[in-house]
């Protein structure tokens, strides 16, 4: 699962500096940055934060979307509130069969960019927290679904996304092992060479199967992990840069 991530400034502007126009950082900077979240040194998809994604209908220019996705049929409000807790993460196998996902993932796919995310090991009833990144320590493109909904009362816009996950790779199978799922999973992260892939359009049957083989093959992106202190509870620091710093638990036998 992806429900904890990292997301600075120059995480989230990767793909826009690609360009080299200066000018469209400079106004996404001035212009889209105030209007998000960040930096996230730690946040909650179910604290719904606001982030930069790149869609396929703007795969250069990024818009402001937020964390949970609203399919466009919800009707109000009281309905978007909750759904959209059960829909931060996509499980990549069933995009195209789930009612909430499937107009999202022939239509709408975008690019979240990252720093690393957070996932929890689970031992004696206890869970531990790992903090996952790139070993170069270079930002992270995560694979998504997006949609832009409509409120049928005022008119006013709202994008949202979905985190796209996969099955977990052999490092991820030790770190997740929550006893509520079956088998690891990790969020879909894609190279650099895969990315356009994954905004293309999709005209045919042939098109949606190599969407498909994206979600099923695991990207060759090296990653590395250290466990942090805690996310949740007394004990949790908050959106501080410190948040990842390395915090070591004896009781945990297994190294990475």
């Keep these: 699962m992806c429900y904890d991530i990292k997301a600075s400034y120059e995480a989230q502007l990767k793909r826009a500096k690609r360009r080299g126009d200066l000018a469209a950082v400079e106004e996404i900077m001035e212009k889209l940055i105030p209007l998000t979240d960040l930096p996230i040194h730690h946040a909650s998809g179910f604290s719904h934060p606001e982030l930069l994604i790149y869609?396929?209908?703007?795969?250069?220019?990024?818009?402001?979307?937020?964390?949970?996705?609203?399919?466009?049929?919800v009707e109000d409000e009281n309905q978007l509130k909750?759904?959209?807790?059960?829909?931060l993460n996509a499980r990549g196998e069933?995009?195209?069969?789930?009612?909430?996902f499937r107009d999202s993932a022939r239509n709408k796919r975008c690019i979240v960019y990252i720093d690393g995310f957070y996932e929890h090991h689970h031992l004696n009833k206890k869970t531990y927290p790992f903090f996952i990144q790139q070993k170069d320590n270079e930002p992270i493109a995560l694979a998504g679904l997006w949609s832009e909904w409509i409120n049928p009362d005022n008119g006013g816009r709202m994008h949202t996304f979905s985190i796209v996950t996969t099955k977990g790779n052999p490092m991820m199978a030790k770190i997740h092992n929550n006893p509520k799922?079956?088998?690891?999973?990790?969020?879909?992260?894609?190279?650099?060479?895969?990315e356009d892939q994954w905004l293309a359009s999709i005209e045919n049957d042939t098109d949606q199967q190599k969407i498909?083989?994206?979600?099923k093959q695991h990207s060759e992106i090296d990653l590395k992990a250290h466990t942090v202190g805690k996310l949740r509870g007394k004990e949790y620091l908050g959106n501080v840069e410190e948040i990842t710093e390395e915090v070591k638990y004896r009781e945990l036998e297994f190294q990475l």
């Design 55 to 73: 869609t396929n209908e703007s795969p250069e220019f990024p818009t402001v979307a937020t964390w949970g996705l609203v399919p466009f049929w």
């Design 82 to 87: 909750k759904f959209w807790n059960n829909t």
């Design 94 to 100: 069933t995009i195209f069969d789930k009612p909430a």
């Design 181 to 194: 799922i079956q088998g690891p999973r990790m969020p879909l992260m894609l190279s650099e060479n895969e």
């Design 212 to 215: 498909q083989n994206l979600v």
